[in-house]
């Protein structure tokens, strides 16, 4: 009946009513959730998963990431932004990155974030396709932005070249593989050109595609756009006809309210990535009133040399606590807008909705299991709490994507996380060796 | 040669240099360490842990727990803190709290901080001679504050009584195990009168103990004591006289310039909670201009009903991120220097500093082994920015407390962690079904 059946769990099933089945089981027939409901469990499964009473609840929704970062992870830490690209980041890019060290770099990603509980991401890099192919492999779902930026870049010694290259990309990638969508991810409107902007919007709107772009993440943005062309950076991309619901403004830290009124008018959707916004002191995005005006905001780790981890739930917590604090107002971001914004709302950030972020019939069977058994759980007296504020992404037991199981008791199924990691040792051990740090 | 030898780690000593050492070994004998250096490892020690490359570093201190409260954890979130307090944890506090029940939950968070690599913590609760059976028995080394309060408390059902109850309290755990101290904690200067406070920090002068206060939290309580006082909390207990070197302000959020001089003027040290006051919306304390005025600040998790977990991993990684942001300058509070706050600063802060805190010949063996081999470890080009950044308590692989392993491979050797598991879910169960949400 079931090729999959999840018993004995308490679903959170981020559907649109935020119902939780305190003991429930839920039945995967193919890549899809068939059914859903409380126990007793039907009988008659290919394959039957015990949860012991642990947590059923969506793959999470990583809103941004650039997976072959965690190379980078620790590099150069607790610099400012500026100096910590110019002079640490580009430079390590130049020199490092190839196809195959993207791969490596985002084969460790993915299995990170898998044993994590994430199961989609929104990514943004170059040589986006040795990334996509490590996708592929983990069995992974994700929208993967082939990077545009005016200068030379690893894969793309031309910027001249820069629009063509993307646009190869997401060719390509069009149907190739059902869990990947391709994308084009412009670095930000500072770093392209509003032509490059322009460009890389045709390509996405000519194949109906995610258009990426980082945009009003510092103060020194926003001067420097503003002193250019007299507008903010998200009044640039309205006023070119940039902004509409396929297109992901990614951090949106330093809007005014013209600006949040300009994404909520034309459906555009914001990632939030507190973690980063916090450590490289960009500053505290105006969620809480990003989301009063109707906006669809995701939740994203950002790079691993920027956080350093690709782990949602610790974004969770902190995209929960840092609006609190910063509106000196405990009841703002309670943990069930979290934990929908982690994964129905990231899943709507970045176009997805209809497939995956809840637990429903005819949904994608994106699923993480959570093993409730630990102290930092115990007791659990409100579930969304336990996820947002005390789990973490080591509590996450069995992940399945579209389906398959890949990850079972805590092992990746689909990589081979020793050689992983290895890879990227090695790596990291050339680049001290030649003094890259 | 040695009890216990511990080989093959990154050895971040936290000494006064910061010293790290890159490939390492440490030598246990009884309680303290006797020696470490570089690998090669000197042979003939009774026991031998390989580190397999992992992190070999002080045990973690948290300055501020009240550990009984894992029975409330989750119970009524995303509020404000009076309510919170006034409408939930207070008549949860009454309706449930007994020696027994105290005891379940301290044990329960006892396993919880050891299993995440905290070996010391300063508290401060009511019943807390409950408490402290469960610290000696869980094998964690505790500064024990009996509460005291102008209020009827747990234990306490007549305030008159409260000071009678800490002396009561402190005498009894005066050197009776060799890793408690006895304290006294009192609630705050709103909760506790002028002449209680100095009371209580009477009866910590008679034994020489730690004295904990709550203080300058909200700014509800500065305005507050300002209206009945005409000073701030922090002037008011300077006025007092009960500032010292053995006198730790627990969070210590809203202060002015003349509060920091005071506190640094009299030596006086700080309990910094950066989760608890984010999700209580309580403000972001002054914690770069404390440390510059030479004050020593510790990290604390808070208890588990307002953080909610007790895991020091997220909580360096919560400060280093957050006083980035609050400052606008991504220098602020540095990898090293939040490394420092969780270990050596924190038992600075709670007078143990020459016992523990460090990893230096002579000092107590309270030893936290980290595996390195997962992915968000990988690579490790600065192991402190891995340490505050990237990790998370359940990296944490093997504990020693005052030389005895209490956590080996994850798992602890002191409680039986499913049956403190089931204990507090009973009780929280008995909660639920008493209407007690």
Known sequence: MYDTLIQNALILTCNPAGEVVPAGWLGVRSATIAALGRMPAPAGAAQVIDAGGGILMPGLVNTHTHLPMTLFRGLADDLPLERWLREHIFPAEAAVLNPATARSGALLACVEMLLSGTTTCADGYFLEDAVAGAVEAAG????????????????????????????????????????????????????????????????????????????????????????????????????????????????????????????????????????????????????????????????????????????????????????????????????????RMATIEGARAIGLEDEIGSLEPGKQADLVLLDARTPRLTPMHRPASAVVYAACGADVRTVLVAGRVVVRDRTALTVDVNSAMDDVARIAAGMRARGIT
């Open 140 to 339: 992974l779902r994700a929208v993967l932005g082939q990077g545009v930026i005016d200068h030379p870049a690893p894969g793309v010694p031309d910027p001249a070249g820069n629009l063509a290259v993307a646009r190869r990309f997401c060719r390509a990638w069009l149907g190739r593989c059902p869990r990947i969508r391709p994308s084009v991810f412009c670095h930000s409107p500072l770093t392209c050109s509003p032509e490059t902007l322009a460009g890389a919007k045709r390509i996405c709107r000519e194949f109906g595609l995610l258009f990426q772009v980082h945009a009003a993440e510092t103060r020194a943005e926003v001067e420097r756009i503003r002193a250019a062309h007299g507008t903010t950076p998200v009044g640039l991309l309205d006023a070119a006809g940039l902004l509409d619901e396929r297109t992901l403004l990614v951090h949106a830290v330093w809007l005014d309210e013209a600006d949040i009124a300009r994404i909520a008018a034309r459906g555009a959707r914001v990632s939030h990535c507190p973690e980063s916004n916090m450590k490289l002191a960009s500053g505290i995005a105006p969620v809480a009133r990003l989301r009063a005006a109707g906006v669809p905001v995701g939740l994203g780790t950002d790079g691993a040399a920027s956080n350093n981890d690709l782990d949602l739930f610790p974004a969770m917590d902190f995209a929960a606590k840092l609006h609190k604090v910063a509106g000196c107002d405990p009841t703002v971001l309670p943990a069930e807008a979290v934990l």
